[in-house]
C-alpha cells in the first residue's frame, strides 16, 4: 500500500501542476552566518527567519559530520509547503525536466513501456516508430544491465531513470530473452519518443466510439481529441465514450478545449477563484463539431484536476452522462515560483470551482498525506455519493442525485439535479472496476512469465504463436492469437514448473474467465502493441460495458438539459 501511496502521490502532483526543480550538488561544509536583518520587517516573519538562522548557525557550527546545505534547505522548503495543503511542493530539478517533456507530449528516450515483475524490470511494449522497435527489443525482454550498471535489483523507476537522457546519446542496454542462450546487447541512440494524451481510440460498437485520454492534459491533447473525433466519424461514429480514468490532470487551456468539443459555445467550463482574483476567472466553451453526440464520460479514483474540470462541466450541464466511481476531488491551483538553481517551488493560490459552483477540492484537513492519496482509493461506503436514478420516460427530470452524508454545499444543476461540492465529482451511475484479488494478482503475474516463453517460441506445440516483430496499428480479431484449450493446458504445465509463483495449477478453474482475458491481453500486447492489449481489457471492462447501455440516457438527459437551460 506504501508503495501504491508514492506512485498515486507523484502522479497527481507532477500531472497537475506546474513544477520546478532543485539541484543537487553534493556535501560541502562552510561557516554559517545569521543575516542581519534590514529596515523593520514583519515581527514574526522576522521571528522566523531569526529562528532558522540561529538554528542553521547552530548545526553548521558544532555538527560533528559533513552538512548538505542544499539538501537541509530543500527539506525546510518543503516541511514549509507540507503545513499548507497537500499539493504545494517542491521539487528536483528531473522533476522539474519530466514535467516539461509530458506537457511536450514527449520525452527522450528509447520507447519502450516496462514493468517491475518479482524478480526485475521487464520489457511489457515496445512503442511504434522509436529507437527500440528499430533496434529489434521485445516484449518480455528481462532488463540486466544499463550502461554497464548491474539493473537486476532495479525499480522501473530507476531504470527509466537511466535509459532515459538527451536526444542523439547512446545507452547500451543488456537483457535476458526466453529462448536465447546467453543475454542480449544492444546499443540504442535516444530519440523523441510520443506520449500522447489519447492512447487508444477505435469504433467499440457498431456507431459508437471509444477515446481513451487517459495520459494527462498536455499541449497537444485538445489537437489530439479533435483528430480522434474525425476519425471515429468517418468511420461512422454517432456516439462517443470519453475515458478519463486514471487521468492525473495537466494544463488548464487544454482542458478548456477539450470540454469546448462537447459544449455550445458560450456555456461557462469552470470557474477560477483565489487572492489574486479580484474577480473570479471564468473560462467558458469556444464551441466544438461534437454538441450534439451522445455522450458518456468515465471516471474513476486517479481521475483528478482538469480532467475533474471536463467531467464537471459536462454534468453540470447536463451534457452526458458519467460512469464509474468518484474521482480524486483535486481542485487546488497550483502557480510556479522560481527559484535560484533551476529551482522552483508550487504554491496554492486558487481554487477551481464547476459551472454551477461546485467545489471539486476534497477535504484534506484531518488526516495525513497517507490518509489522502491511499485511503481514498478504498471502497468507504459511508461516504461515497450514491449515483443518481437513471432516467426513464415516465420521468420528466432526472432524480436529484442523493447522497447519505453530503461533503459540501447542495447545487442545483441543469435539468433540476442536485450534486454536491468538496469530494470530486460523483458519477450519474456508480460502477466498480474489475476488481483486483490476491489469486487474479498472481494469475496476472504468471500468465506474463508463461507468454514471454509462448511469443518467443519456446512452448512446444505452440511455436505458430511466437512474435519476431509486432504489427502495429492492427486491430485484433477474436481468431487472433485465440486461447484455446491447448493453450490453457500449455498454462497449466507452466505453473508446475515455476514454483516461485505460489499458484496451484488447479487455482485457475475458479478464474477460468479472468485467465483466458490476461493470456489474450498479454499476447495481443506482444504481438500488435499495448494499445491492442488494452482493447482486448476493454471488451471485458464492466464500467464500460456499463456506459455502453448508458448511452440511450445520455442521449435523453442532455435534451432535458437543452430545454431547460432554454427556458431558464
Do not use: C
Request: no cysteine; proline share 5%; glycine share 8%.
Amino acid at each position: 500500500m506504501r508503495k501504491k501511496f508514492g506512485a498515486i502521490a507523484i502522479i497527481v502532483i507532477l500531472a497537475s501542476t506546474i513544477v520546478g526543480g532543485f539541484a543537487g550538488r553534493g556535501q560541502r561544509r562552510r561557516a554559517y552566518v545569521p543575516k542581519q536583518q534590514a529596515g523593520k520587517p514583519d515581527a514574526t516573519a522576522s521571528s522566523v527567519e531569526s529562528s532558522y538562522d540561529e538554528a542553521m548557525a547552530l548545526v553548521s557550527n558544532n555538527y560533528a559530520g559533513d552538512i548538505d546545505y542544499e539538501r537541509a534547505t530543500q527539506a525546510a522548503v518543503q516541511g514549509m509547503l507540507s503545513t499548507l495543503d497537500p499539493h504545494s511542493m517542491f521539487f528536483s530539478r528531473s522533476e522539474f525536466r519530466k514535467l516539461h517533456e509530458d506537457q511536450d507530449s514527449r520525452f527522450y528516450g528509447i520507447g519502450v513501456s516496462i514493468l517491475q515483475h518479482r524478480d526485475g524490470v521487464y520489457i511489457q511494449a515496445i512503442v511504434e516508430g522509436t529507437p527500440a522497435a528499430r533496434a529489434g527489443l521485445r516484449y518480455g525482454d528481462h532488463i540486466l544491465e544499463v550502461d554497464g550498471h548491474d539493473a537486476r535489483d532495479w525499480s522501473s523507476a530507476e531504470v527509466s531513470k537511466n535509459v532515459r537522457g538527451d536526444r542523439g546519446e547512446s545507452v547500451h542496454v543488456k537483457v535476458e530473452r526466453a529462448g536465447s542462450e546467453a543475454p542480449l546487447n544492444f546499443t540504442i541512440v535516444r530519440d523523441a519518443v510520443p506520449l500522447p494524451s489519447i492512447r487508444n481510440s477505435f469504433i467499440v460498437r457498431p456507431g459508437i466510439g471509444y477515446i481513451g485520454l487517459t495520459g494527462g492534459f498536455q499541449s497537444t491533447s485538445a489537437d489530439e481529441l479533435r483528430e480522434a473525433i474525425s476519425n471515429l466519424k468517418s468511420q461512422g461514429m454517432r456516439q462517443v465514450i470519453l475515458d478519463l480514468r486514471g487521468n492525473p490532470g495537466g494544463l488548464l487551456d487544454q482542458a478548456v478545449k477539450v470540454t469546448s468539443q462537447f459544449l455550445a459555445r458560450g456555456q461557462v467550463i469552470v470557474s477560477v477563484r483565489g487572492r489574486e482574483y479580484a474577480q473570479p476567472a471564468v473560462y467558458r466553451s469556444s464551441g466544438g463539431d461534437s454538441e450534439d453526440l451522445p455522450l458518456v464520460v468515465l471516471i474513476n479514483r486517479n481521475t483528478a484536476s482538469a480532467s475533474e474540470i471536463v467531467a464537471g462541466a459536462i454534468q453540470d450541464h447536463g451534457r452526458g452522462y458519467i460512469v464509474g466511481e468518484t474521482s480524486f476531488g483535486k481542485g487546488l491551483v497550483q502557480r510556479v515560483f522560481n527559484l535560484p538553481f533551476q529551482t522552483g517551488l508550487t504554491l496554492t493560490t486558487a481554487h477551481y470551482y464547476t459551472p454551477y459552483g461546485r467545489l471539486i477540492q476534497r477535504d484534506y484537513s484531518n488526516g495525513s498525506l497517507y490518509d489522502y492519496y491511499v485511503r481514498h482509493d478504498a471502497a468507504d461506503e459511508t461516504q461515497t455519493q450514491k449515483p443518481s436514478h437513471e432516467l426513464n420516460p415516465a420521468q420528466p427530470l432526472p432524480s436529484p442525485t442523493p447522497t447519505p452524508q453530503p461533503t459540501g454545499p447542495a447545487v442545483r444543476t441543469a435539468a433540476g439535479r442536485i450534486f454536491y461540492g468538496g469530494g470530486g465529482i460523483s458519477p450519474d451511475v456508480e460502477v466498480k472496476p474489475l476488481q483486483a484479488t490476491p489469486l487474479r494478482t498472481r494469475i496476472a503475474e504468471e500468465a506474463f512469465y508463461f507468454t514471454r516463453e509462448l511469443t518467443n517460441g519456446t512452448i512446444s506445440g505452440l511455436e505458430n504463436y511466437k512474435v519476431e516483430t509486432p504489427q502495429f496499428g492492427h486491430d485484433p480479431r477474436p481468431t487472433d492469437y485465440a486461447i484455446t484449450d491447448r493453450v490453457i493446458e500449455a498454462f497449466r504445465n507452466f505453473i508446475k514448473r515455476d514454483t516461485a509463483s505460489g499458484l496451484q495449477p488447479n487455482q485457475i478453474d475458479d478464474e477460468m474467465d479472468f485467465t483466458r482475458l490476461r493470456l489474450r491481453e498479454e499476447v495481443v500486447t506482444a504481438a500488435y502493441s499495448q494499445d491492442a492489449g488494452v482493447r482486448v481489457l476493454l471488451e471485458s471492462d464492466p464500467q464500460l460495458l456499463k456506459a455502453l447501455d448508458a448511452l440511450p440516457d445520455a442521449k435523453r438527459l442532455a435534451e432535458l438539459a437543452r430545454e431547460s437551460e432554454s427556458y431558464s
